[in-house]
């Protein structure tokens, strides 16, 4: 894999996250610094930085998903685990397989959602641009987590390390 690739898989999402973020921080501040000091505020502010913070929040869920740090119940897992090693192995596959099935049912319906705000157009308030570019991460968030999850299975699978991990942080 080349450079740019293999950096595009290991940093793409952080970095965009990181932007929206460093980015989100700077207009708040300004946000504050306008409010409070010059006695004048911008609507079009908060919606931008409220669109910001849903972005980089579904962009995470591709990022937790790469680094396998998604919500998961390990209690039962752990004490599988103990007595029966192979069945754990295929309560990953069929766990992550089906999340995978979820996350392709919310990507086909946002699709649907996204036909219907093409077709029925609205406009935000503030920025008066239309609400469709602000849903549009929803089939964007759903299609990176589901290659993420199927990249981490694909390698578990190539590694041979099917298993839950339990954090014990």
Same mark, same amino acid.
């Given at each position: +894999? ?27 501040? +300004? ?44 209690? /039962? +897992? &752990?004490?599988?685990?103990?007595? /029966? ?31 219907? +705000? ?37 390698? &578990? ?13």
């Amino acid at each position: +894999m080349s450079g740019i690739l293999r950096w595009l898989d290991d940093w793409a999402e952080e970095f965009c996250v990181s932007v929206m973020l460093a980015l989100l921080v700077l207009l708040l501040g +300004m946000e504050v610094f306008s409010r409070f000091l010059l006695g004048k505020s911008f609507s079009w502010m908060e919606e931008l930085c409220r669109y910001l913070f849903v972005w980089s929040s579904y962009i995470g869920v591709a990022i937790a998903v790469k680094h396998k740090e998604q919500l998961r119940i390990l209690m /039962f +897992m &752990d004490v599988l685990k103990k007595r /029966f090693p192979q069945l754990v192995r295929i309560l990953y596959v069929v766990s992550e397989l089906t999340f995978t099935v979820f996350c392709a049912l919310v990507f086909y319906y946002s699709l649907g959602m996204l036909e219907n +705000m093409i077709r029925f157009k609205q406009v935000s308030a503030a920025l008066e641009i239309n609400v469709m570019y602000a849903y549009l991460i929803i089939p964007i968030s759903m299609a990176l987590t589901i290659f993420r999850t199927l990249q981490g299975l694909c390698r &578990d699978i190539r590694n041979n390390t099917l298993e839950f991990e339990s954090r014990e942080d």
